[in-house]
């Protein structure tokens, strides 16, 4: 059985009892950084041998682990944090393992899009994920371009070194949309930011943004919501 383990996004508490005994029963931890998931699993007085993957890992690694499946090995995917194949590595090994007719399972878990979301204030009724948006200017132009027309709320992964750069574009593209900067979730340094993407242009340069950041943005057309000044807490 390959099991698709989601772990804590910060806070350590927010691992599942059936997460916990899923990794107790395993025979193999498939995960990105031994090191990392070294240390949460002792933090739990747990003791598996662990084998890495990743975008670098070699297709013979893959296979290996789809041999352990076959042979009967109970695997557990975990990522570095939140649901392992959302941004994380682990779709190939499943499309494998799905394409062999390999038994699968997916535990539900913390994970970083589906909670900023939540904490956002925007409309949930209906969203997009879409990952990291391009690094380069050009492209990540064209990508704005492209989902201008989305009526749903869009939801981004970024990195805080890139964080004003990413909501100028926003703004050059889709106008004044309102906005949620979701920073550090579960953690001591939790913070979620509310406003239209020029006052958390503003905000952030004002201040730069340290740690983990999701960005939730209003869909096309979407009524206004928040006030011209970013709220948080
Ligand atoms: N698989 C993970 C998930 O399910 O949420 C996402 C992995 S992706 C490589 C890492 C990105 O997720 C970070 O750069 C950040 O955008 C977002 N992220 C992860 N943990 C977060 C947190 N505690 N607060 C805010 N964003 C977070």
Not at 47 to 68: F, G, N, Q, T, V
Not at 128 to 137: A, D, I, R, W
Not at 196 to 221: C, D, R, T
Request: proline share 5%.
């Amino acid at each position: 059985m390959l099991s698709v383990v989601p772990t804590p996004i910060g806070n350590l508490g927010d691992i599942t009892l059936r997460a916990l005994d899923t990794l107790k029963a395993a025979d193999l931890v498939i995960c990105e950084d031994t090191r990392r998931t070294g240390n949460l699993l002792r933090h739990f007085e747990i003791s598996k041998p662990l084998i890495s993957l990743h975008e670098h890992s070699s297709e013979a690694r893959m296979l290996e682990i789809i041999k352990r499946l076959s042979e009967g090995a109970r695997i557990a995917l975990v990522s570095d944090a939140g649901m392992p194949l959302i941004s994380d590595p682990g779709f190939e090994l499943m499309a494998e393992a799905r394409r062999r007719g390999l038994p699968f399972e997916v535990l539900p878990g913390a994970q970083a899009a589906v909670t900023a979301l939540a904490a956002s204030g925007l409309a949930t009724d209906a969203f997009v994920f879409l990952g990291f948006p391009p690094q380069k200017t050009a492209a990540r132009r064209k990508e704005f371009e492209r989902t201008a027309g989305y009526e749903e709320t869009l939801i981004f992964y970024e990195s805080p070194f890139r964080l004003v750069q990413t909501l100028t574009g926003m703004l050059e593209v889709w106008g004044d949309r309102e906005a949620a900067v979701a920073r550090e979730l579960t953690k001591k340094f939790e913070e979620i930011a509310r406003g239209p993407l020029s006052s958390l242009i503003a905000k952030f340069e004002k201040k730069k943004a340290l740690g983990e950041i999701v960005l939730v943005v209003s869909g096309a057309g979407r009524k206004k919501l928040f006030t011209e000044e970013p709220d948080g807490h």
